[in-house]
């Protein structure tokens, strides 16, 4: 004996298979999403490039930047050590051939010894003290 499916049964089983496609599209669109050969995992794996490159070029950038900043300190400190050494050697000389290298400390060879520091601290301020305005 075979019984005939009621309405309310007919719309029962017709809510059920569509819910059961339903759940099978849904799942087969999600299987598919994480396949490796599927376009959401290539643009995935696109994107995870740019974003790698994006931050390459943003840290190459910086490297960059500090690679100059510390050239033109080298360069800084390279044309101070020049003056530095230029008016220690002058000073030198001045100081050897003087008709009073050898006698005791006088005026106008502290006069000298002053401007040679004020020339090294002229080049190079903070290697100098403050100079106070005591008498």
Known sequence: MTRALTPLGWLIAGIALL???ALIAWGWNNLWAWL?????????????RAD???S???????EAQGNAEQVRRTEAYGDI???????TAESITQARS?????DPLAADRAAR????????CDIAPASCPATSNAP
Do not use: C, N
């Not at 390459?56 to 910086?62: K, V, W």
């Not at 003087?98 to 050898?102: E, L, V």
């Not at 010894?113 to 090294?120: G, I, N, P, Q, T």
């Open 19 to 21: 819910m059961a496609v």
């Open 36 to 48: 490796p050969w599927s376009a959401e995992a290539r643009l995935d794996r696109a994107e995870a």
């Open 52 to 54: 790698r490159a994006k």
């Open 56 to 62: 390459d070029a943003s840290a190459r950038g910086l």
């Open 81 to 87: 050590r020049v003056r530095v050494e230029a008016a």
């Open 98 to 102: 003087a008709p009073d290298a050898t």
């Open 113 to 120: 010894l002053r401007d040679h520091d004020r020339r090294l």
